[in-house]
């Protein structure tokens, strides 16, 4: 990431009368960060933290909590810091900057960590960039104590103490503190989970030129927490970040092209994207491109090409994990978990997952839960499962009131309910999940604990469609197919298979194919019917599997086909007549 434009330049001073209770607290951080800041540093390589949506330290942070000199050397070689780093002059600040640090000043500490953090006018290292911040939080700096209580460096997590000198730094105007306060209220750290709270603070970090803080809003709006979702902001806000140079902007950028959120889904502009932020090291980006390859969504599918993506996210979210990002914990779990780009290694995987969740992060608690619940590189236990699940639901995770619903659904550990199922259901649907969505669309289609009733089905199936779920777009494809709760009309069974096929969904791409075999909706086509049977054969579908092995086995079925048409008939009898009339008009003369 680069950092924002806006460089903040007030200093936190504390006098004499005004240290209060934080002295002490200075003086044991100082000390037990000094202590070991030269003995515990990790070998990091260049790219761990620049992915981060919540890393909310880009920018340069605030000031000392040491009473300055104004008129001092060491103020003047920190103001031409500042005037070099607006300039973009990242050598000239890189001297100044050392400069005042070695004469004690937080504040210049905290910005040679923000260099070596972007690698201007300095070799990227995360090693030595947080080497700096802790240096500056020794010194008393207030944003660089606070990120280092939440990030939980040297066993010093504790996401009360960090909200506390959070505020104390964005009382003076740190972008950088307020970006995290943001955090914290979007995760429940350290304060009760608020969205509102959250997309404030990421509003008020952004107006003062935080690009994470723009990241921030950007996810809010894709999620819909609580503020309603709207793709079209969240990207004008990720592009907004991604112009600023956010890789994590960039990755969300190519994240909503997959998708097809608020765009129409563009697999090879995604795959654009994803190398755009992983060139610049973002870890999430080559984890969705290994994905792209092993698919062969908008490439050409290459095993070996996915597996070396992964093992690039491998190695960036170890070095970031190793720092305390919960989000690279999460990753690196997760790719253990299903074994992509390194050795499949449950005990390992739940390892890093349980270390993520124990620091308050939901995603992890519920990737545990759906562990346990269908078996994935653990035996299965319902009553684990189950556990994890409500844990990761209590911090509001939607995906893991889906979890819940389908335990009740299924009686898996719990006996079989179909009113709490939909409970669940709907309790996640509310949150935003198309998951959710969807599964009340099954529950009224399948009248599993209420009235079968279609229309209200689809009524459910259309929102998930919108929020983005492919399994809807197939679905609702389905009863335009069938006629089932609509006039069956195989044009639009068609036009909703080609969304869902788009954005990647297998049984969309089968059933394209199974309606250009038939010519139902589409001009009929053996070749494209393979084609699209070939995809979703790439995809995993077991059916499309089935439909080749017939279809390309029978070569003659093509022109046995074309030759019975109806239109193709008429066309030959009217190119009959017509020559027939010629040949009796050339006979009279």
């Known amino acids: 990431m680069k950092m924002g434009p806006i460089i903040e330049g007030a200093t936190l001073t504390i006098t004499a009368s005004g240290t209060g209770d934080y002295k002490s607290e200075i003086a044991q951080v100082r000390a037990h960060l000094w202590h070991n800041c030269n003995q515990h540093l990790l070998h990091l390589t260049i790219v761990c933290v620049l992915m981060l949506v919540y890393a909310c330290s880009a920018a340069p942070a605030m000031g000392t909590t040491r009473a300055i000199l104004p008129n001092s050397a060491e103020q003047s070689d920190y103001a031409a810091g500042i005037s070099a780093l607006h300039n973009h002059q990242y050598g000239g600040a890189e001297k100044f900057f050392r400069k005042a640090a070695a004469a004690g000043n937080a504040r210049a500490m905290w910005h040679l960590g923000a260099l070596y953090q972007r690698g201007w006018g300095v070799p990227l290292s995360c090693q030595k960039m947080k080497a700096w911040w802790q240096k500056a939080a020794a010194a008393g700096d207030a944003t660089a104590i606070g990120i280092s209580y939440s990030l939980g460096w040297e066993g010093l997590r504790n996401y009360t103490k960090a909200m506390a000198w959070l505020r104390r730094a964005a009382a003076s105007g740190s972008a950088n503190a307020m970006c995290r306060i943001g955090v914290q209220y979007q995760q429940g750290w350290g304060v009760k989970l608020s969205y509102h709270k959250a997309m404030a603070w990421y509003r008020r970090a952004a107006a003062a030129g935080s690009i994470d803080a723009m990241d921030g809003i950007g996810f809010l709006?894709?999620?819909?927490?609580?503020?309603?979702?709207?793709?079209?902001?969240?990207?004008?806000?990720?592009?907004?970040?991604?112009?600023a140079g956010s890789t994590n902007g960039m990755y969300a950028v190519g994240f909503?092209?997959?998708?097809?959120?608020?765009?129409?889904?563009?697999?090879?502009?995604?795959?654009?994207?994803?190398?755009?932020?992983?060139?610049?090291?973002?870890?999430?980006a080559p984890m969705l491109a290994g994905f792209l390859y092993l698919r062969g969504y908008g490439v050409t599918r290459d095993h070996g090409k996915a597996m070396a993506w992964y093992r690039k996210a491998n190695s960036r979210c170890r070095n970031a994990a190793a720092i305390g990002l919960v989000e690279a914990m999460y990753a690196m779990g997760v790719l253990r978990l299903h074994g992509w780009g390194t050795r499949q290694n449950s005990g390992k995987a739940m390892r890093w997952l349980h270390k993520a969740a124990a620091a308050g992060?939901?995603?992890?608690?519920?990737?545990?839960?759906?562990?346990?619940?269908?078996?994935l590189g653990v035996p299965k236990n319902y009553r684990k499962a189950m556990t994890w699940l409500r844990r990761a639901a209590t911090a509001e995770s939607t995906d893991a009131m889906v979890g819940i619903g389908e335990a009740y659904q299924h009686g898996w550990g719990v006996p079989e309910n179909y009113q709490k199922a939909m409970a669940w259901l709907r309790k996640s649907a509310a949150g935003g999940s198309f998951g959710g969505m969807y599964m009340v669309g099954v529950f009224y289609q399948q009248g599993f604990g209420v009235q079968q009733n279609y229309h209200t089905a689809m009524g459910w199936y259309r929102r998930a469609a919108v929020a983005g779920s492919t399994d809807a777009m197939y679905t609702i494809g389905s009863l335009y197919q069938r006629g089932l709760g609509v006039t069956q009309d195989y044009k639009k069974a068609a036009a909703w298979w080609r969304r869902g096929a788009s954005a990647g969904n297998s049984w969309a791409m089968y059933g394209l194919g199974c309606l250009y075999d038939k010519g139902d909706g589409v001009p009929y086509s053996k070749s494209k019917a393979i084609a699209w049977w070939r995809r979703a054969a790439a995809a995993g579908n077991p059916?499309?599997?089935?439909?080749?092995?017939?279809?390309?086995?029978?070569p003659w079925s093509d022109l046995l086909s074309l030759a019975l048409n109806p239109l193709v008939l008429v066309a030959v009898l009217v190119?009959?007549?017509?020559?027939v009339g010629v040949m009796k008009l050339i006979g009279r003369h």
């Open 361 to 375: 992060f939901a995603n992890a608690a519920c990737e545990i839960g759906v562990a346990y619940q269908h078996g």
């Open 256 to 284: 909503l092209y997959q998708r097809g959120w608020g765009v129409p889904p563009n697999f090879r502009k995604a795959m654009a994207w994803y190398r755009k932020s992983s060139a610049a090291s973002n870890f999430y």
């Open 221 to 243: 709006y894709q999620q819909g927490w609580s503020i309603g979702r709207n793709y079209q902001k969240a990207m004008a806000w990720y592009r907004r970040a991604a112009a």
């Open 543 to 554: 059916y499309a599997k089935t439909a080749l092995a017939y279809g390309i086995s029978n």
């Open 575 to 579: 190119v009959f007549l017509f020559v």
